[in-house]
C-alpha cells in the first residue's frame, strides 16, 4: 500500500479541497494530503478503501475516502472546529 498524493485524487475532490481552504482562509499548499488504496478484507469484492490523510504541521487527519464518501464534508468540519489550530 503506498501513499499516492493530493495530485492523484479525483479533480473534484481537489477543488472541493481548494473551495473549503479558500472560505477558511486558509493557502491549501499549508496542508500535506495524500491518500491510500487498500482491498479490505479476503473476499470477492474489489471494491477499494480509501484513507485521505491531511497534515497540517505536527497535526495529522485521517479520513474515509471510500466510494462515494466525501471526506471534504468531514475536513471542513474539522477547519470549522479549529482541529488545525
Given amino acids: ?3 499516492k498524493s493530493f495530485h492523484q ?3 473534484d475532490e481537489q ?4 473551495t473549503t481552504c479558500a472560505n477558511a482562509g486558509i493557502a491549501p ?3 500535506v494530503v ?8 479476503d473476499n470477492d469484492a474489489q471494491a477499494f478503501e480509501r ?3 491531511v497534515r497540517f504541521g505536527p497535526i495529522e ?6 466510494d462515494g464518501t466525501h ?3 468531514d475536513f471542513k468540519k474539522d477547519l470549522s472546529a479549529n482541529i488545525f489550530g
Fill in 1 to 3: 500500500m503506498l501513499d
Fill in 9 to 11: 485524487l479525483p479533480g
Fill in 15 to 18: 477543488n472541493d479541497f481548494r
Fill in 29 to 31: 499548499g499549508a496542508f
Fill in 34 to 41: 495524500s491518500f491510500t488504496n487498500e482491498l479490505p478484507g
Fill in 51 to 53: 484513507t485521505v490523510i
Fill in 61 to 66: 487527519r485521517a479520513y474515509n475516502g471510500g
Fill in 71 to 73: 471526506w471534504t464534508v
